[in-house]
């Protein structure tokens, strides 16, 4: 029984997030439009990107995932005081700047906090400055990783 539902909701779970690059996208054949054609290299498709749906809450939101870069404001070990210092500097960084997304996660061996989708390197070093001028955060780092471009 308890295998049901576990297959269940793994099921559940794979349907909420679906995903597709932007060519794939743009080649989809829709009632009542025209029909695009792409011929290209597929390693220029692996560069672009992919999108993600995300439709948990009921509400679809489309995001492209492409490489860019975060501004790193906490690094930890993976002990419970780490979880909760990276947490913090989370709230702290909504607190101070509530309009750029902020991510608090466990890669291991280590607890991050990491700040802002910035598609350039000039975006991010802005941030990171931003950041530091406020006398709170001050290990600040930027990093390259792959970051989340709101398409709606």
Not at 63 to 84: D, E, I
Request: charge should be positive; glycine fraction near 8%.
């Amino acid at each position: 029984m308890r295998y049901i539902f576990i297959i269940f909701f793994l099921t559940l779970g794979l349907s909420a997030f679906a995903q597709h690059n932007i060519v794939e996208s743009l080649q989809q054949n829709r009632g009542g439009q025209g029909r695009v054609t792409i011929h290209q290299d597929p390693k220029i498709t692996g560069l672009i990107g992919t999108i993600h749906t995300k439709s948990a809450t009921g509400n679809e939101q489309k995001t492209l995932k492409a490489r860019g870069y975060r501004v790193q404001v906490y690094a930890g070990n993976n002990s419970r005081v780490a979880r909760n210092e990276a947490n913090n500097m989370a709230t702290k960084v909504k607190g101070e700047f509530p309009d750029i997304p902020v991510y608090a996660y466990f890669q291991p061996p280590r607890w991050l906090c990491r700040v802002g989708d910035f598609r350039s390197i000039e975006e991010a070093d802005a941030a990171m400055r931003r950041l530091k001028a406020t006398g709170i955060f001050k290990e600040v780092s930027i990093v390259r990783e792959q970051i989340n471009i709101p398409l709606d």
